[in-house]
C-alpha cells in the first residue's frame, strides 16, 4: 500500500491548508483512513480518521477546525485545515487500516509549519 502525501507547508496562525493523500494497492472503500502528527519531541497522536463507512471522529484539539473527507472514486483522502494554530505545527501521517486484515499502513508524512 502506498500512501504518498501532499498539501503541507508553511502557513500563518489563522491560516489554511488542505492536506490529500492518494491511496494505492488497496481496495480503498474497505479501507479505513486517518491522519496522525507528530510534533518535534511529542508522542504521535490521532488527528482524524474517518473508516469505510463513512463515520468519523477527531481529536478534542481539531474538532471545530479540520475537516476529514474521503473520495471513494479517486481513492483519496482529505483533511482541511481552518484556523491554524502554532501548536498545530507537526509532521502529518496518512495511514491506512485495512477492513479484512485490521493491518496499519503509514505514509511518509508532510510537514505542517504554523508560524508568523
Known amino acids: 500500500v502506498q500512501l504518498p502525501a501532499f498539501g503541507g507547508g508553511l502557513v500563518q496562525p489563522g491560516g489554511?491548508?488542505?492536506?490529500?493523500?492518494?491511496a494505492s494497492g488497496t481496495i480503498f472503500s474497505?479501507?479505513?483512513?486517518?491522519?496522525?502528527r507528530q510534533a518535534p519531541g511529542?508522542?504521535?497522536e490521532l488527528v482524524a480518521a474517518v473508516d469505510s463507512?463513512?463515520?468519523?471522529?477527531?481529536?478534542?484539539?481539531?474538532?471545530?477546525?479540520?475537516?476529514?473527507?474521503?473520495d471513494n472514486f479517486?481513492?483519496?483522502?482529505?483533511?482541511?485545515?481552518?484556523?491554524?494554530?502554532?501548536?498545530?505545527?507537526?509532521?502529518?501521517?496518512c495511514v491506512a487500516t485495512l477492513d479484512v486484515t485490521l493491518r496499519n499502513y503509514w505514509g511518509k508524512g508532510t510537514l505542517v509549519t504554523v508560524s508568523s
Not at 16 to 22: D, F, K, Y
Not at 30 to 36: D, E, I, L, P, Q
Request: with cysteine; charged share 20%.
Open 42 to 44: 511529542k508522542q504521535q
Open 53 to 70: 463507512g463513512g463515520s468519523i471522529n477527531y481529536a478534542d484539539s481539531v474538532k471545530g477546525r479540520f475537516t476529514i473527507s474521503r
Open 30 to 36: 474497505h479501507t479505513s483512513m486517518a491522519w496522525y
Open 16 to 22: 489554511s491548508l488542505r492536506l490529500s493523500c492518494v
Open 74 to 93: 479517486a481513492n483519496t483522502v482529505y483533511l482541511q485545515m481552518k484556523n491554524l494554530e502554532p501548536e498545530d505545527t507537526a509532521t502529518y501521517y
